[in-house]
């Protein structure tokens, strides 16, 4: 079973910025599309970004202007670059991707990101 890894959350002071990458556990998966998802304490899980495999982006619209999603093919990673990182904006980030081959859905386990002075 293909698990996705996400990588770079942490603890960022209001108004930092991270990256977060998102790659699969074998180098044989590879990723079409991909989506980040957060998800807050208490809260549902919300949809932030997208990404096609050919470099169609979307943003949610709390995002946009801030948080860039972006892809290295030959890599076979996927990155989210967030900026002016807000306190509410604490959450799990999860990474979603769709493969190329099976069309299927792979989730990652998330990677906890925390903003707070």
């Known amino acids: 079973q293909v698990q996705l890894v996400e990588s770079g959350g942490g603890l960022v002071q209001p108004g930092g910025s991270l990256r977060l990458s998102c790659s699969p556990s074998?180098?044989?998966?590879?990723?079409?599309?991909v989506g980040w998802y957060r998800q807050a304490p208490g809260k549902e899980r919300e949809l932030v970004a997208t990404i096609t495999r050919t470099g169609r982006t979307g943003y949610a619209d709390s995002v946009k202007g801030r948080f860039t999603i972006s892809r290295d093919n030959a890599k076979n990673t996927v990155y989210l670059e967030m900026n002016s990182l807000k306190p509410e904006e604490t959450a799990v980030y999860y990474c979603?991707?769709?493969?190329?081959?099976?069309?299927?859905?792979?989730w990652g386990e998330g990677t906890l990101v925390t903003v707070s002075s």
């Open positions: 979603n991707a769709i493969s190329l081959l099976t069309g299927k859905s792979h």
């Open positions: 074998r180098s044989s998966f590879s990723i079409n599309a």
